[in-house]
């Protein structure tokens, strides 16, 4: 079995662990987001050799899928056995440079899209409109938590709400910038504001004392005020139409930012895309 210290292809690097040497059908999965492509093996009902992949840089030989699907290879227990692939994409000019790529690799692929089972029913009037990941979200949310209502709280580039219940399934959401967007907006729409790039270091003191630590507070600390504002309202039309209490979960990059900060149990799965790319897979392979 190959161990973390083997995961290493020139300079791109695999983040966990190898996968696990005895059984279980492995599965490749694929997320590809506007600014990051998230990849995984799902295998054992877990996720193994996560990394991300800048999506410009998809197809690139030496930092893109081709490098990890080599570097993935070479620690396999058994290299040479079929890998599937399923993904799901935001970004329409890098599906076709997936499928490329993972036919040049030998790869069966499937993709989630509306049209697939996911384990709920699809209420939302124009499904071809929800993104792949937030249905991805959705699934991956049934999985972890069935017959309850799901609020999906996912912060990355643009923060989306995923709402599941019970009754209607995958209902719909809200959308909003994510907090990077309103940071890089506050620096390209004025002239003096700087670019604030960290959102990362806590917050000790929400008196700023410079430029970019009240931009930091605002972005950190006003983000989560923002999400909570947006969950009271959801948690009370839940309430008002009788549905027992969500089960909310956090993804996304940022999904740190508001750790802690929400009035309400949260519970963080930072790949539940992923997750929810295998459970859905798992129901249409038949």
């Known amino acids: 079995m190959s161990t973390p210290s083997d995961l290493r292809h020139s300079d791109f690097d695999l983040r966990i662990s190898a996968p696990p040497a005895g059984g279980g059908a492995a599965l490749l999965c694929v997320d590809i987001g506007n600014t990051h492509t998230h990849v995984a093996l799902h295998q054992e ?153 960290d959102l990362t270091t806590p917050i000790t003191s929400v008196i700023g004392k410079s430029t970019v630590e009240a931009i930091r507070i605002g972005a950190v600390v006003g983000y989560a005020g923002l999400i909570q504002a947006l969950l009271d309202a959801v948690l009370a039309e839940f309430a008002a139409r009788g549905l027992p209490p969500a089960e909310i979960f956090l993804s996304g990059g940022a999904a740190q930012m508001v750790e802690g900060r929400l009035r309400q149990p949260a519970r963080i799965v930072p790949d539940l895309a992923l997750l929810g790319l295998a459970a859905a897979h798992a129901l249409n392979r038949f």
């Open 45 to 197: 009902g877990a996720l193994h050799a996560q990394n991300d992949i800048p999506t410009p840089l998809l197809d690139d030989p030496a930092q893109g899928l081709p490098a990890y699907l080599a570097t993935l290879r070479s620690a396999l227990p058994t290299p040479g056995s079929p890998l599937p692939l399923a993904f799901c994409s935001v970004v329409p000019a890098a599906t076709p440079k997936l499928r490329t790529l993972a036919s040049a690799a030998g790869l069966p692929v499937w993709q989630l899209t509306h049209e697939v089972r996911l384990g709920v029913p699809i209420t939302y009037p124009r499904p071809a409109e929800i993104g792949q990941d937030r249905l991805a979200n959705a699934a991956g949310a049934h999985a972890l938590a069935p017959g309850r209502p799901a609020i999906v709280i996912d912060l990355g580039t643009a923060v989306t709400f995923d709402l599941i219940t019970p009754e209607g399934g995958y209902e719909g959401g809200i959308i909003t910038p994510g907090p990077a967007l309103v940071t890089r907006y506050l620096h390209e729409r004025t002239a003096q504001l700087p670019l604030v790039t």
